[in-house]
């Protein structure tokens, strides 16, 4: 018998909160910058001057060169290097696409109090890289120059995981190629829709399917690869990836009842993309016909794998941004003298985007969960001063 069979048994004292290992004083962090000079850099700046980003960039062209798909090879290469988003050629003119919004407006795909140049800004053929593109809006998780390369670097690493143990546990023949490339090309539309602003901000996701600014990406990239006809298994990836766990539970009595939304919310973005892309998503294999609907048939291990891998949103978002945001807003006030004013303006703009790019919105939360307030300061402070 063991002291923590003891203990087990209402034996002896309570134990306190535990203490986790301490890593905060074992950062190799760069020099400290003047507040001044983190203000005034540059996406670029910042994404060249982390290790991170850097490294996870590096790490997805590796990846895209690993790929034996040669057409998957091509496109997540072209994704992270050199993208275009190119279905809104079939809309050339502001009359096309004030047609196309009218009628996904009527299909309820759209909101009508928005407006075409909303939906679709300028700048689709000549956006910004995945060297300096955010993660997502600027008060979400990996909100930071490259914080893009990050998560998809970090993602396709699950998925790199997911894969290996559905092969060794359940003998399952999944492809690598599928999640790898899905991952990618599914984000790839941010690097249009987050266009850098001069406030140290951009330009947020505009809303669409379910009326909201989490999905806009999601059904942009499936119409994108239906334009350029890509096999229906990756473009099944690009619209499974946010929903297809997404499940409404209730209690009926002691019963359990489950109801599978996400199975619609899949098929309700495949139709979205399929009218931007004028295509019949049925002809094309992604939906099947039942009666007078179109319904998605069973997805194989691949797509699931690709949905479940894109998934580390949560505790980036529901824990580190959740914390590390107000923390760097009281460093900013007590330790860099920044005004209430400046807290909604570049300086406190760039500070976020600064420590983020540099270390990271994980490696900060875990130093203030684990060590404390005071060794979260001084890591900030190690990297800002006045």
């Known amino acids: 018998m063991t002291i923590n069979d003891v203990n087990t048994r209402?034996?002896?004292?309570?134990?306190?909160?535990?203490?986790?290992?301490?890593?905060?004083?074992?950062?190799?962090?760069?020099?400290?910058?003047?507040?001044?000079?983190v203000i005034a850099m540059s996406p670029e700046a910042m994404a060249r001057a982390s290790r991170s980003v850097s490294a996870a960039y590096d790490e997805l062209l590796q990846t895209a060169a690993s790929l034996e798909d040669p057409g998957y090879r091509r496109l997540m290469t072209e994704c992270i290097a050199k993208p275009q988003v190119t279905f809104l050629e079939l809309y050339p003119s502001d009359d096309d696409r004030r047609k196309l919004f009218d009628e996904m407006v009527k299909l309820g795909f759209f909101n009508a109090e928005d407006d075409p140049e909303h939906v679709w800004p300028s700048g689709h053929m000549s956006p910004q890289t995945y060297l300096t593109a955010p993660s997502s809006h600027n008060d979400f998780y990996n909100a930071h120059p490259g914080g893009l390369a990050i998560t998809v670097a970090y993602n396709i690493r699950m998925a790199d995981a997911y894969t290996e143990n559905y092969r060794q546990m359940f003998g399952l023949p999944i492809n690598r190629d599928l999640p790898a490339a899905s991952l990618c090309v599914h984000e790839y539309p941010k690097v249009w829709l987050y266009q850098w602003l001069e406030d140290g901000s951009w330009l947020e996701e505009p809303r669409t399917v379910c009326d909201d600014t989490w999905h806009a990406h999601c059904i942009y990239v499936t119409a994108e690869l239906m334009y350029r006809r890509f096999d229906s298994r990756i473009v099944m990836a690009m619209a499974a990836a946010h929903q297809l766990s997404l499940l409404d539970a209730s209690m009926d009595g002691h019963r359990v009842v489950c109801n599978w939304i996400g199975l619609d919310r899949v098929a309700h973005f495949i139709k979205a993309a399929a009218v931007m892309a004028q295509v019949d998503p049925v002809d094309y294999g992604l939906l099947e016909r039942k009666g007078s609907e179109m319904v998605l048939a069973p997805v194989p291990a691949e797509q699931w794998v690709t949905h479940l891998a894109d998934m580390n949103w949560p505790y980036t978002m529901g824990a580190a941004h959740l914390y590390t945001w107000p923390l760097l807003q009281q460093i900013a006030r007590d330790d860099l003298g920044l005004s209430d004013a400046d807290l909604t303006r570049r300086p406190f703009n760039q500070l976020k985007n600064y420590v983020w790019s540099q270390l990271g919105q994980i490696p900060l939360y875990e130093v203030l969960v684990r060590e404390g307030f005071d060794a979260a300061r001084k890591t900030v402070n190690r990297m800002v001063s006045k």
């Open 10 to 37: 209402g034996q002896g004292p309570l134990p306190g909160k535990f203490d986790y290992t301490s890593f905060s004083e074992d950062l190799d962090l760069a020099p400290t910058r003047s507040l001044d000079e």
